[in-house]
């Protein structure tokens, strides 16, 4: 028997009084969000410092279609944050409304979707709907700008599902043709959505389809563009995923993946503690053990013995869409992520609605009321806490606050916290908030690496060295190493072993104006070789020639090695370009 649903009568029949009420809601619990600001986790990247959001030419377009950023491919995402730039700017609560908006319609689509799995059941359909909207796991994914991703992968997600639906009514390629366009979207709004196909074929068997190898040819599109998206994404990644899986073993990455199934799972009914980072363990204790049996044991149970379809639906989407980010092959800083679970709990939110109402229904219809009080205080405590979440993304200091007081020993967010202050030029909060990172894990690179570069501001370059030597020892490859030791060479006035380290970096990155610049520099002041300064900074005019610094710099070696016209020639440009001139040297070279 097949089970053909009808996306337009069902959505037709359904009440407005429920879904309206669950988006109001919804939008009432993420309007502080509009008070936050950019955080320094990835805004910096993916926002506040990102080119490629201030040019939507045609040139614009083809950059953001053709570079990776923070070691992901999703220029739908970058897209949207582009038109979000050129409406404000750098406003911060203009991305957080498109972020709540973009939320708000994936809850209508959650609510659209459940009436088609349920067959019209409005309840059912709301509930879920609200669970999504309102549940405190998923304030990282809408709270926080970077998360962006999240938000729209999931939009054509789910519209892929909600096609997928008619299509299995009424047969139409058409229909098909559009789930696979969907998918493509999701896929370039974010890698995530891989799976998609893997979802379709759970909804294949919750809808009792008839089986026939037509499930899996009229997927193939969907399974090739998946492929090629995991092979880009896995390129892009590839330095990344080597180094984490050296540093975590095989029987590690299972307990990790088992000790996040479930995890994941509890959170569902108790989301708290929560923090914006879950650092991987030093150790495995005994819960990575437990969970990783709980998991399995469950999984082997549901495979064996359970028949329902509901429960086998909810808790394999549930899976499917957890798959990815298991850490089964480790990415990134956190053993688990509240962001993990935007679209997973889908399934939990099904399984759980869909089980309450037919119990209700059935035998347990005379806990009826009892129930629906004891989920309407549960609902009400998911709100509260969510409520109480939001303002957690005000601030990097406000973030990295909260991780620490889950995670007092976390390097990463000493780290992060400290370079807050960064910007903020305070140097001794920097220099204390680096080094506690430090005390946790010695080698931490960011931390060395910024510690140095503030002990340079700081005008202490003997200790500035001592980091950067220490960082070359563990890193000797990096190129923000090698330029960190370069630079404190010349600090401690060893100008020689700097330009020997400055010729390193200019023969491997000969396109990067400011490692010349820096050379000649050190030529011009401290080994007063004026020919080899102005060479190094005419070749780098030549790679950029709108910096103004440089063309004062070339003016000074004019004019110490006496030509005064050329002096002056160079000196006006470099005014005209912004570059601010003594008015003694101004004077001294006769500019105007």
């Known amino acids: 028997m097949t089970v053909k649903p009808d996306p337009v009568g ?25 008070q936050n600001g950019f955080t320094n986790w990835d805004d910096i990247l993916y926002v506040t410092e990102n080119s490629l959001l201030k040019d939507l030419s045609f040139d614009g377009f083809r950059q953001i279609f053709s570079t990776p950023v923070v070691s992901n491919y999703h220029p739908l995402t ?52 609200l669970l999504f909207g309102i549940h405190p796991m998923h304030v990282e994914s809408v709270a926080w700008v970077s998360e962006r991703k999240d938000l729209l992968y999931t939009l054509f997600y789910l519209t892929a599902l909600i096609v997928y639906m008619r299509y299995l009514k009424d047969r139409q390629f058409k229909y098909m043709i559009i789930v696979t366009l969907a998918g493509l979207l999701s896929l370039l709004s974010k890698p995530a959505a891989i799976v998609l196909p893997l979802s379709l074929l759970a909804v294949d068997v919750y809808m009792k389809r008839t089986w026939s190898y037509g499930w899996l040819l009229e997927k193939i599109p969907l399974f090739i563009l998946s492929v090629v ?24 990455r299972i307990c990790y993946a088992g000790f996040g199934w479930i995890w994941y799972l509890l959170k569902v009914a108790v989301p708290y503690p929560l923090s914006a980072l879950h650092p991987f363990p030093k150790d495995l204790s005994l819960w990575y053990y437990l969970g990783t049996i709980a998991s399995l044991a469950s999984m082997l149970y549901m495979v064996l013995k359970v028949r329902n379809r509901v ?13 990815l980010v298991l850490q ?21 939110f099904f399984w759980l609605t869909m089980t309450g109402y037919k119990w209700m229904k059935g035998s347990g219809a005379k806990w009826k009321w009892p129930l629906i009080g004891v989920m309407g205080l549960w609902i009400s405590a998911l709100i509260l806490l969510t409520v109480q979440r939001i303002p957690v993304w005000k601030s990097s200091q406000d973030l990295w606050k909260d991780v620490l007081s889950h995670y007092p020993e976390s390097a990463r967010a000493w780290t992060n916290k ?42 202490e370059p003997q200790k500035a060295l001592q980091d950067a030597e220490l960082l070359y020892r563990a890193y000797p490859q990096k190129e923000v190493v090698i330029f960190l030791l370069a630079r404190t ?25 400011e490692y010349l610049n820096n050379r000649g520099v050190i030529y011009f002041n401290k080994l007063k070789n004026y ?24 003016s000074r070696c004019y004019y110490m090695k006496g030509d005064s016209n050329s002096a002056r020639q160079y000196g006006v440009r470099a005014r005209e370009l912004g570059a601010t001139v003594d008015p003694g040297y101004a004077q001294l070279i006769g500019m105007q």
Do not use: C
């Open 328 to 348: 089964l092959v480790s990415i990134g800083n956190a053993v688990v992520a509240e962001r993990y679970t935007y679209v997973p709990y889908i399934g939990i």
């Open 311 to 323: 429960i086998l639906f909810g808790f394999g989407f549930y899976t499917i869409n957890l798959l």
């Open 489 to 513: 060479k010349d600090a401690t006035g060893k100008s020689n072993e700097a330009v020997s380290l400055y010729d390193k970096l200019i023969d491997s990155y000969p396109s990067k104006s």
């Open 10 to 34: 069902v959505m037709a029949r359904s009440s407005w009084k429920i879904l309206i009420p669950v988006i109001l809601i919804t939008f009432g619990v993420f309007l502080p969000a509009l």
């Open 229 to 252: 998206f995991a092979f880009v994404t896995l390129d892009i990644q590839s330095a990344r995923a080597v180094a984490t899986v050296e540093a975590h073993g095989i029987l590690e």
């Open 418 to 459: 400290g370079l807050d202050y960064y910007d903020q030029k305070n140097w001794p909060e920097v220099i204390a908030h680096l080094s506690r990172a430090l005390e946790v894990e010695p080698l931490h690179a960011d931390a060395l690496e910024w510690r140095g570069r503030a002990f340079l501001e700081n005008k």
């Open 531 to 554: 020919d080899a300064a102005q060479s190094d900074f005419e070749k780098a005019i030549r790679l950029a020639p709108e910096n103004g610094s440089y063309y004062l710099n070339l």
């Open 78 to 129: 970058i897209l949207s944050l582009a038109i979000n730039y050129q409406m404000s700017e750098l406003s911060p609560a203009g991305y957080h409304l498109t972020s709540i908006l973009l939320h708000l319609v994936n809850t209508g689509l959650v609510f659209w979707w459940i009436m088609l799995m349920s067959s019209g059941n409005k309840w059912v359909s709301g509930i879920t709907a």
